[in-house]
C-alpha cells in the first residue's frame, strides 16, 4: 500500500510538472525560460554553499551532481544525442558516452584509483614512525593511550532502506545491512586494541526517518552488536548524521567541549603536529578507506587530533603475482568495477565541495603530515 501511494504522489507531481511546463512554454518565450532556467541552476548552487546543513537543498545538490557521474554524465550526453539540436554532434556524443562506461567500468581502472587513494593511508602510517622516532625512538605506535573518542562513520541504518541498492540484512533476526555491521566489528576490534584509554564510541547511523518509537529497534540493534563485541554499553553514543562528515565533526566537537575533553593543540604553524600536538586528546576515526583523507583532514580542522582507522580498503595486494589470464579478465568492463569508480569519483567531488567551503586545510598541507594511523 505505501508504494501504491508512493507511485500516486510521483505520478501526480509529474502530471502537475508537465502542465505547468506547458502553460509555460505556451506563454512565455524559449529564450527567456533559458535564462529563467540557468539564473535558477546558479541560484541553486549558490544556495547550496550557503546553506549546507539543509536537508532539501542537499536533494538538489545530488541532481546537479549526477551529470558528473561517469554513469550520469553518459546518460546526459545520450540524451543530448537524440535531441534535435544535437542531431550533428549525435554520433560524437554517443561515442563519448559509451567511452566513459567502458573505461570506468573496467576493473583495472577503478583498481588503478582505489590503489592511488588507499596508498595515502600507507604513506601516512609511515611519516608517523618517522615523526616518532625523532620524539622517541623506543616507540614505534602513535599515543592511543590519549584517544577519548572512537568515531564510526556509517550510512543511516534506514538509509538502504530508502535506495534502490536493495542491500540486504545480515540474518533474519537483525536489521542492519551487512555493511554496517561489517564496519560496527571493524570499529569493536580497534576498540579493543586501545580499551584501556576507555574511549567514547559515537556511531553515526542512527536512523534518520520515523517516530522515536520506530526508530528504537535499529538503534537497539547498533548497541546490541557494539555490545556483543565486547563494547561497554555505557560508553556507546548513537548520531543520525550518517555520512555527512561536516555534521559528525561538529557533533563531535561540541561533545568533546561538553565533556572537558576538547584540547586545542598548541601549534607554531598552522598544522604542527610533531611535538607540541603529541599530549593532545585524540579520536579514533573509523571509516572507509576511500572517505578517509576527507573525513580525518575535516577533523583536524577544527582542531581534533585525529587517528586514523580505515576500513573497506579495496586495493589488491600481489597484483604483479597474477597469471596473464586474470589481468586480462580486468580489461572486461563489469558493473561492481563502475559502482567502485563512482564512489572514488563521487568522493573527488565531495573533497572539492570541502575545499571550497573552508572545512579542510590548504592544498598544502599533505594530509599524511597531519593524520596519524593505526598500524
Known amino acids: 500500500m505505501d508504494v ?21 512554454r505556451k506563454f512565455i518565450p524559449v529564450n527567456f525560460l533559458t535564462w529563467f532556467g540557468g539564473a535558477m541552476l546558479l541560484a541553486l548552487v549558490a544556495v547550496s554553499f550557503l546553506f549546507p546543513e539543509d536537508s532539501t537543498i542537499g536533494v538538489f545538490g545530488q541532481f546537479l551532481s549526477f551529470p558528473l557521474t561517469p554513469l550520469g554524465g553518459a546518460i546526459v550526453l545520450l540524451m543530448f544525442s537524440f535531441s534535435e539540436n544535437f542531431k550533428k554532434q549525435g554520433s560524437k556524443m554517443v561515442t563519448v558516452a559509451l567511452l566513459i562506461l567502458v573505461f570506468a567500468s573496467m576493473p583495472l581502472v577503478a583498481r588503478a584509483l582505489v590503489n592511488h587513494s588507499e596508498s595515502a593511508v600507507q604513506r601516512a602510517y609511515a611519516s608517523q614512525q618517522r615523526l616518532c622516532s625523532d620524539i622517541c625512538p623506543a616507540v614505534d605506535q602513535v599515543p592511543v593511550d590519549r584517544a577519548v573518542s572512537l568515531v564510526v562513520i556509517a550510512e543511516n541504518a534506514d538509509a538502504y532502506r530508502l535506495t534502490n541498492a536493495l542491500n540486504s540484512r545480515i540474518d533474519a533476526n ?43 529497534p535499529l538503534r537497539q540493534a ?39 575533553l576538547f584540547t586545542e593543540p598548541v601549534r607554531s604553524g598552522p598544522f604542527d603536529t610533531a611535538r607540541s600536538n603529541r599530549d593532545a586528546n585524540r579520536i579514533v576515526l573509523v571509516a572507509p578507506a576511500l572517505t578517509m583523507r576527507r573525513a580525518a583532514l575535516a577533523f583536524e580542522n577544527v582542531g581534533i587530533q585525529v587517528v586514523a582507522a580505515p576500513t573497506e580498503l579495496y586495493s589488491t595486494i600481489g597484483l604483479s603475482d597474477r597469471d596473464t589470464l586474470a589481468r586480462l579478465a580486468d580489461l572486461v568492463p563489469d558493473v561492481n568495477a563502475l559502482v567502485l569508480t563512482t564512489r572514488y569519483w563521487s568522493e573527488l567531488l565531495g573533497s572539492i ?14 594530509w599524511e603530515q597531519v593524520v596519524e594511523t593505526l598500524p
Open 353 to 366: 565541495y570541502y575545499y571550497l567551503q573552508g572545512w579542510l586545510p590548504p592544498v598544502s598541507m599533505q
Open 222 to 260: 547498533i548497541r546490541q552488536q557494539l555490545v556483543s563485541r565486547g563494547i561497554p554499553g555505557e560508553s556507546i553514543r548513537i548520531e543520525n548524521t550518517g555520512t555527512n562528515i561536516r555534521a559528525a565533526v561538529l557533533n563531535q566537537r561540541d561533545f568533546l567541549t561538553t565533556q572537558g
Open 174 to 216: 537483525n536489521e542492519l545491512s551487512p555493511v554496517l555491521v561489517a564496519r560496527l566489528n571493524s570499529a569493536a576490534d580497534v576498540y579493543n586494541r586501545i580499551s584501556l584509554a576507555r574511549p567514547f564510541v559515537t556511531v553515526t547511523a542512527g536512523p534518520r526517518f520515523g517516530t522515536a518509537e520506530e526508530q528504537e
Open 4 to 24: 501504491l501511494n508512493l507511485l500516486t504522489r510521483l505520478l501526480l507531481w509529474l502530471g502537475l510538472g508537465y502542465f505547468l511546463w506547458w502553460i509555460l
